[in-house]
């Protein structure tokens, strides 16, 4: 029986070498890629590089780096976690989260989208909370936060403030009650709470917190420029339309909500805001790393999230009515579920899981 089969066993075998073999090769087919790309549409390359320098210095630097300092105090500082003890039935009930990690729920709902993953990892180091919580909070503490949405989103690219909370709501509510059901996987953590295992004072805390925010702000820009400058050189290459607006619903927030604005689509940008694209989940990798949160699992939950963030959107939408104006920037006012190309965006989905879930298996077999 086993001499019958042994021609399967090495085709099996053979299918897997080249697999590798394939999977190697895709880092070098990409790297030509955009090569060959930035040397053709050098002017596109260097006109989304200077859209993503303005939208960093304009919006992304002034609403978060604030936050990113203010985040890493609360996670350093003694004084603040002691106080964050408040919160502990809140966390113990709600999301069977330790007290300590209040902090991070509550900079990941309103502080922006690396906040809640940076203080999670930064609370995990300094012995505050263990890996299992910091990993649940990766999961559903990754939202943008009221500057963007409110101002950006709902001020300047819809013209309406009220629609722009509406959204906001929609996507902290959906975090929200990812939390609750991840709770009921765990039982409830203890009354008393961890003891930081740092001896770090509030002073050093603060002046820890400014370099943090700075390194933090830094990555972040970084992969906004770089997102905005291949967002740009695939509209150069003159391909089709709606393939463009899904990559930009997949990859990139802003440029996903401008896209949902020009089209009045309330309820799909709730879901690229819940989303958030693939330039802040690289935002986020390397505290997603550092929690040990599997990769697939945090994207599976961004797109959980965003799903329930839209199915919220338009339950808001019917018990609070919008009337937009007839002189908005905004042609079409309907909260119709989705107006671009599902098949095109299912696909990116696709690829971009297969991708996410190769890299991983890829990263556990070294």
């Keep these: 029986m086993q001499q019958k089969f042994s ?3 090495g085709a099996l075998a053979m299918l897997k070498v080249k697999k590798l073999r394939f999977t190697g090769m895709l880092p070098f ?9 930035l040397l053709l549409f050098t002017e596109s390359a260097v006109a989304g590089a200077a859209s993503g320098l303005k939208l ?22 003694p004084s603040f976690i002691r106080a964050m003890r408040i919160f502990s039935p809140v966390m ?29 990892a930064k609370l995990l180091e300094s012995g505050s909370i263990n890996e299992e919580p910091a990993q649940r909070i990766s999961c559903f503490c990754v939202n943008a936060g ?40 765990v039982p409830k953590p203890d009354k008393k709470p961890m003891e930081c295992k740092t ?19 830094i990555k972040i820009c970084a992969w906004t420029v770089l997102f905005s400058c291949l967002a740009q050189i695939l509209q150069a290459m003159g391909l089709d339309e709606r393939f463009i607006s899904a990559t930009k619903y997949v990859f990139e927030v802003t440029a996903g909500c401008q896209e949902a604005s020009a ?3 309330y309820c799909a940008l709730a879901a690229v805001l819940g989303w958030g694209g693939l330039c802040v989940g690289c935002q986020v990798m390397s505290d997603v790393r550092r929690i040990k949160t599997p990769v697939a699992v945090f994207f599976a939950f961004r797109a959980l999230h965003a799903a329930m963030s839209a199915v919220v959107c338009k339950g808001l939408l019917c018990l609070f009515p919008v009337e937009q104006s007839v002189f908005s920037n905004v042609a079409s006012v309907s909260a119709r579920s989705f107006s671009y190309s599902m098949p095109a965006t299912a696909a990116l989905l696709c690829l971009c899981i297969v991708f996410i879930i190769d890299l991983d298996r890829n990263r556990k077999m070294c």
């Design 263 to 265: 089209k009045g689509n």
């Design 92 to 120: 113990r009930h709600a999301f069977r989260l330790p007290s300590s990690a209040a902090a991070a729920v509550l900079f990941g709902l309103i502080g922006g989208y690396p906040l809640g993953c940076s203080v999670a």
């Design 199 to 217: 001896q770090t004072t509030d002073l050093q805390a603060l002046v820890q917190s400014a370099e943090a925010g700075a390194k933090g702000i």
């Design 7 to 9: 021609w399967l066993r």
């Design 29 to 37: 087919a990409a790297v030509l890629f955009i090569g060959a790309a």
């Design 56 to 77: 960093c210095a304009a919006v992304i630097i002034p609403s978060l780096f604030p936050f990113l300092v203010l985040g890493s105090f609360a996670s350093l500082s």
């Design 146 to 185: 009221p500057a963007f949405v409110v101002t950006a989103v709902g001020a300047v690219m819809l013209g309406n403030v009220k629609i722009g909370v509406i959204i906001f709501a929609s996507t902290v509510i959906s975090a929200l009650i990812i939390g609750v059901l991840l709770g009921f996987t």
